[in-house]
């Protein structure tokens, strides 16, 4: 079992980019998946979810209306789409699947989700 994010990379701060979240042993299918990020010194931060049907997300306020997650099940990949970035979203950013049995639900706590990655560095410049 595994998830591996990509994409993440050096942009200037009003620049954007495309975080992928590739899981391999076991399909997304039934999972509620999350996007979360963990600063330098600071606690892992919960950024956004969406339920195993793609039907509902959820973010928290800091990113809302800058970030969106989506998925594509037939590509067992999730992604998200970071827009107007600022230097404070400087931060590894991970991905996370937990087991949903309603196709509903997603969460936003990090003991909720099951399997992590290892994370992928953003870094916006001033």
């Known amino acids: 079992v595994q998830l591996v994010e990509s994409g993440g990379g050096l942009v200037q701060a009003g620049g954007s980019l495309r975080l992928s979240c590739a899981a391999s042993?076991?399909?997304?299918?039934?999972?509620?998946m999350g996007w979360f990020r963990q600063a330098q010194g600071k606690e892992r931060e919960f950024l956004a979810a969406?339920?195993?049907?793609?039907?509902?997300?959820y973010y928290t306020d800091s990113v809302k209306g800058r970030f969106t997650i989506s998925r594509d099940n037939a590509k067992n990949t999730v992604y998200l789409q970071m827009n107007s970035l600022k230097p404070e979203d400087t931060a590894v950013y991970y991905c996370?699947?937990?087991?949903?049995?309603?196709?509903?639900?997603?969460?936003?706590?990090?003991?909720?989700?099951?399997?992590w990655g290892q994370g992928t560095q953003v870094t916006v410049s001033s």
């Open positions: 996370a699947a937990g087991r949903s049995p309603v196709g509903s639900s997603y969460y936003t706590g990090a003991n909720e989700y099951d399997y």
């Open positions: 042993g076991f399909t997304v299918d039934d999972y509620a």
């Open positions: 969406i339920s195993w049907t793609g039907g509902r997300t």
